[in-house]
């Protein structure tokens, strides 16, 4: 079965402090994976993709698939990095993504 | 391109009355996606269209919801009662069959059924 699993619901750290948002996803063919960020009441804005290799506002995430991992990392939390973040999967033809229940990262100051 | 265009933002109506929901995907993507984002579930795949034809509905909760895409810019996602338990926020979402992999969201509808 097809499912993507984001162990915590919230991470609270504080600035200047590193990041990392679990992802564990569960595929029998060769994954696309991506995380999605929404701000406080916004739309889901896509933050980067395995594909990619990409760099986005500091953050990076590696595909791992010996452990079946997509973490997202971060080296020094920002306030404005406190969002909704959600891992997906994207399963078929059609861009059908499934997402994990996500995580709310908080950011103190 | 003004993106995924969804409305209303904010619906609040009487449990028992119909609600439509709207969405105008981006020009030139052709499949379209409903989610349902709840605090307890987070974000559900409703239903989802490709070349306006319905692929899978699985997701669609119960009879009450259909949704319809009568042309390539346009889908409907309908309550019909609705009920408490349905006051949600609905995202629409579109993409391109096999050239970009990511979603479009819409700003979402919030809808609150007393």
């Known amino acids: 079965a097809q499912r993507v699993t984001q162990p915590e619901k919230l991470l609270s750290v504080f600035k200047g402090a590193p990041v990392e948002l679990k992802c564990n996803y569960s595929y029998s063919g060769s994954p696309e994976l991506f995380w999605y960020v929404q701000y406080s009441r916004q739309r889901l804005q896509l933050l980067l993709r395995h594909i990619s290799r990409e760099s986005i506002k500091g953050f990076t995430a590696d595909l791992n698939k010996g452990e079946t991992s997509f973490h997202l990392k971060k080296p020094f939390a920002q306030e404005e990095d406190s969002a909704m973040y959600y891992c997906?999967?994207?399963?078929?033809?059609?861009?059908?993504?499934?997402f994990g229940a996500g995580t709310r990262l908080a950011v103190h100051p | 391109d003004a993106g995924v265009i969804q409305s209303p933002r904010h619906e609040v109506t009487e449990m028992g009355q119909e609600v439509t929901l709207r969405c105008k995907p981006i020009s030139g993507h052709n499949s379209l996606f409903w989610y349902r984002q709840t605090m307890m579930r987070g974000l559900e795949l409703l239903i989802y269209f490709n070349n306006n034809v319905p692929i899978d509905d699985s997701g669609m909760p119960e009879d009450r919801f259909s949704a319809k895409m009568p042309n390539a810019s346009f889908s409907t996602l309908k309550i019909q009662p609705s009920e408490p338990r349905d006051s949600a926020v609905y995202f629409c979402?579109?993409?391109?069959?096999?050239?970009?992999?990511?979603?479009?969201f819409g700003s979402g509808t919030r809808l609150t059924v007393v």
């Open positions: 997906a999967l994207s399963s078929g033809g059609y861009n059908k993504l499934i």
């Open positions: 979402a579109s993409s391109r069959t096999g050239v970009d992999y990511g979603y479009t």
